[in-house]
């Protein structure tokens, strides 16, 4: 790290509809372009063609749109990371959860843009999803891990197999 | 198996709110009983101090019934069974599942009463609980499994680590 600093500084507008800050800013970015800014938001009326063109960029499947937005209708949080340069706003992270709204959330769709990948912006992001779920009372942040990014989510103090358990997937015979 | 047939004979009262049989019933038990049949259902209107009691016969952790409420009111699909006996009903199996409604859900809270444990009603309770997602086009059944019931699971047609994938469980330092 030491590029970005994950100082998550304030929020700008009203409260979402779940009490928690729908828009909040990161700040304290020495790097060379003094004109950008990132920008996390929970706002889940996002515009899902820009959504496709970044899960395009790592490589993703294409999904149907009319799916991907009942899944985030349905997402119990989605957390968003924009580049913002003057009134131009850019995607460049996203992530969502799932949840009974009581104990369980699962994390999925975890995907930074590959022009911003390296620089602290994954964790920062991370760390955005994992506080607004814990504000929201959930105790059990789950996730799917690719075998990839099994470190990445270690580094962030998630246990793969904790005392054993096992993440398992369905699959007709 | 043999014990019980998990046939699913079919559903008695209107289509629930997802437009699922909210109803349905377990028949042709050859056991020594004639008086009882298992029903499962998909109403989640269900008395919670019977839930309780149910999770304290497995010997889990007790959890604050608001809580509980919650989780059951936001999960996405919730398969209860019971014990018929003339008018009287039991509660002997729960499990419930977690979604976005389009691409992911996760099974948490699956349970057979010890009384009616090792004949097959675990598995006609998941059998339950797998169709009722695959018919609302969810492609990715998951779940978290503790060590001593992996096998039931895989049983089940459920995968460890497939391509190896990680369950992770976030843990504050
Ligand atoms: C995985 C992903 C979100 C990480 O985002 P990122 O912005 O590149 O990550 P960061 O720069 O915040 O990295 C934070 C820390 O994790 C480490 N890290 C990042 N990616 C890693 C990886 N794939 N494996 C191991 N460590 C990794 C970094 O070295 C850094 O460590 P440090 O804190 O010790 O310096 C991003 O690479 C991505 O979108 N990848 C493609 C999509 C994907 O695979 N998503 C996960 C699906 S399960
Ligand atoms: C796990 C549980 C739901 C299984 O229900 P059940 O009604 O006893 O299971 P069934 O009789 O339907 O068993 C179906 C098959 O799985 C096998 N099986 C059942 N429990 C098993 C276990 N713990 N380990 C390995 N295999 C198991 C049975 O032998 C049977 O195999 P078969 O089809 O080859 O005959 C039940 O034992 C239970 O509620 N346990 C306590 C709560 C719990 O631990 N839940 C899981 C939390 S992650």
């Given amino acids: 790290m030491g590029f ?3 100082l998550f500084l304030g929020s700008e507008s009203a409260a979402s509809p779940k009490g928690l800050p729908s828009r909040g800013y990161l700040a304290d970015l020495p790097n060379a372009d ?3 800014r990132i920008i996390f938001s929970t706002d889940r009326d996002l515009d899902l063609y820009e959504l496709e063109e970044l899960c395009d960029a790592v490589g993703w499947a294409r999904r149907p749109i009319r799916k991907v937005k009942k899944a985030i209708q349905h997402s119990f949080v989605v957390v968003t990371m924009w580049e913002e340069r003057g ?6 992270g996203f992530s969502r959860a799932t949840s009974d709204h009581a104990f369980n959330a699962t994390i ?5 843009h590959p ?6 912006l994954g964790k920062a992001l991370m760390k955005q999803l994992i506080k607004t779920l814990r504000n929201a009372d959930i105790s059990n942040v789950t996730l ?3 075998p990839h990014v099994v470190e990445f989510y270690r580094n962030l103090g998630f246990m793969p197999d904790p005392e054993g358990i096992k993440g398992m997937f369905w699959y007709p015979d």
């Avoid at 022009?115 to 602290?120: A, H, M, Y």
């Fill in 115 to 120: 022009d911003f990948q390296g620089k602290g």
């Fill in 108 to 112: 999925w769709d975890v995907v930074v």
């Fill in 87 to 92: 009134a131009r706003r850019r995607l460049i």
């Fill in 4 to 6: 970005w600093k994950s």
């Fill in 34 to 36: 003094e004109n950008s």
């Fill in 144 to 146: 799917f891990a690719d």
